[in-house]
């Protein structure tokens, strides 16, 4: 197996992982608003923004690290426990 069919293959797979984990988020923030819950942020990767924007109340972001995501419901968890500030 040449060089250029790995990095292919691992470019696939990233980008397959990253697609699941925006539908994985998105299910929550989706469940979250059916259920009337208050939606602080919604973010795909993690890290320092490279966009944030807020709409609605909602401030959505990417992050620079290319894994995982999250939704920020202030009512279960304050996000300064989560980002390790309190």
Known sequence: MDIA?????????????????????????????????????????FGKPLWKKTINGVQYSLGSLPFGGFVALPQLAPMDIIEGKA
Do not use: M, P
Not at 5 to 20: D, S
Not at 22 to 43: D, M, N
């Open 5 to 45: 069919r790995v990095i292919l293959i691992l470019l696939e797979v990233l980008v397959l992982f990253n697609l699941l984990i925006v539908v994985h988020e998105l299910g929550h923030f989706l469940a979250a608003r059916w259920r009337g819950l208050y939606i602080e942020k919604f973010g795909v990767w």
